[in-house]
């Protein structure tokens, strides 16, 4: 189809691993968020990037997060020595500037 | 800074009433967009509306019912004939130069 989507829809790993998440934007789109969502919780922004500009990291919660945009598309998400407060649903959305946000089906990472 | 506040953590109906999901929020800025989203048990947020600040006309789309006042800062959504298919959290955001800020979600749960 055409949304966002994610990549994997379920992470399991063990605690003090590194993991990367994946996201591919809608085509075209030139902003790219991160978000986080833990159990119950409200979305936490995480990251922003908009075409070629520095993107915007100050929602990152530590710094063994991590993200990149590789040519204007695809971004990954890395933790660092996944510690178990990091479990939660990692959402990636794509817009266009300030239009809508449409977000991907979201990845699910259990830290053990 | 800009907050939203959504101050109904549950709701619970039965099927075929109408319900209201209040959003109050708080800006500096002048141009901003509100949004909803929903989140069925799925997972995944699903858009349903953006209205932009100059533009305080209500809308109606089927059940779905905004209505924006600027004067009390408030976006609320009503659901008309509620149907256990509208069971899901509901999110309420605001949007000003790039980033979306969440309120914390209503569970909305429709019996039959």
């Known amino acids: 189809g055409a949304g966002v989507s994610q990549s994997p829809s379920n992470k399991v790993t063990e605690k003090g691993k590194d993991v990367e998440l994946r996201c591919d934007p809608i085509s075209g789109h030139t902003a790219l968020y991160w978000y986080r969502q833990s159990l119950g919780q409200g979305l936490e922004f995480l990251i922003y990037f908009q075409g070629n500009s520095a993107p915007d990291k100050s929602g990152l919660p530590s710094d063994r997060f991590s993200a990149e945009r590789t040519g204007g598309s695809v971004s990954t998400l890395t933790i660092q020595r996944t510690q178990q407060e990091d479990s939660a649903v990692y959402l990636c959305?794509?817009?266009?500037?300030?239009?809508?946000?449409?977000f991907g089906p979201g990845t699910r990472l259990t830290v053990l | 800074a800009q907050k939203v506040t959504q101050a109904q953590t549950e709701i619970s109906v039965v099927e075929k009433e109408d319900v209201t999901l209040d959003c109050v929020y708080e800006t500096r800025d002048t141009t901003y967009y509100l949004f909803w989203y929903k989140q069925p048990p799925s997972g995944e947020l699903v858009f349903l509306i953006r209205r932009n600040s100059f533009d305080e006309q209500n809308e109606i789309s089927g059940r779905y019912s905004w209505n924006f006042q600027k004067s009390t800062s408030s976006f609320n959504f009503t659901i008309t004939a509620s149907q256990v298919v509208d069971s899901a959290v509901y999110f309420c955001a605001l949007s000003e130069l790039r980033q979306l800020t969440f309120g914390s979600g209503t569970q909305l749960t429709v019996l039959p």
């Open positions: 959305a794509s817009t266009l500037l300030r239009d809508t946000q449409y």
